[in-house]
């Protein structure tokens, strides 16, 4: 069985096999940073499922994901294309997973938030330095080796270069995350 068709997904998800195949390789990436870590088990648990569970909603029709996610970004009417956190988490929370550091994670995934723990800022890595994204690679492939010696400076790097994008491409800034560039970079 390859990895990609092992990752289990709640039958709620819906994932393109192109999808799936990202899901599978930043949980792999969280998974190789946690054991590199020594985390305990549980925590390594909250690790596993933030990546196999963070975009389980990626390819729902926007109806959906709009009315899971809610107004979760405080700017009214935002792109579809990041409503696929939150629209996971509430339905997690309407799963009863209770386990808030992990729904944080998955809510603000695309977007940070300077309230998150080492899992909110591990997933926000791993999502953006899985090695199946084409740009960058030689220097994610190095950011994604020095997580588990020097995590922090890992993260502020990874905030970095993800908001010059943002800016770069015009993107909206949302309040989540600008509180965490001014949180890291301040």
């Known amino acids: 069985m390859s990895v990609v068709a092992s990752i289990e997904l709640p039958p709620w998800a819906m994932v393109t096999d192109k999808r799936r195949a ?16 020594g985390l305990p088990p549980e ?41 696929h ?12 997973d209770a386990r808030e550091e992990l729904m944080a994670a998955i809510r603000y995934h695309t977007v940070g938030h300077a309230a998150w723990g080492r899992l909110g800022r591990a997933l926000y890595m791993a999502d953006f330095l899985e090695p199946g994204r084409k740009f960058a690679q030689a220097d ?13 400076g890992v993260f502020r790097q990874v905030v970095r270069m993800r908001l010059e994008w943002s800016l770069r491409e015009g993107k909206t800034l949302y309040p989540p995350t600008v509180d965490l560039w001014n949180l890291v970079h301040g």
Do not use: K, M, N, Y
Request: glycine content about 10%; proline content about 5%; cysteine-free.
């Open 22 to 37: 990202h899901i599978a390789r930043v949980t792999a990436l969280l998974d190789g940073w946690a054991s590199a870590l």
């Open 43 to 83: 925590e390594r648990r909250a690790w596993h499922d933030a990546g196999r569970l963070h975009d389980a909603l990626r390819d729902a029709p926007d109806a959906q994901l709009r009315a899971l996610a809610g107004d979760t970004f405080g700017a009214g009417d935002v792109p579809v294309e990041i409503l």
């Open 85 to 96: 956190g939150p629209a996971a988490a509430t339905q997690l929370e309407r799963d009863g």
């Open 140 to 152: 994610r492939v190095f950011l994604g080796r020095q997580v588990p010696h020097d995590f922090d």
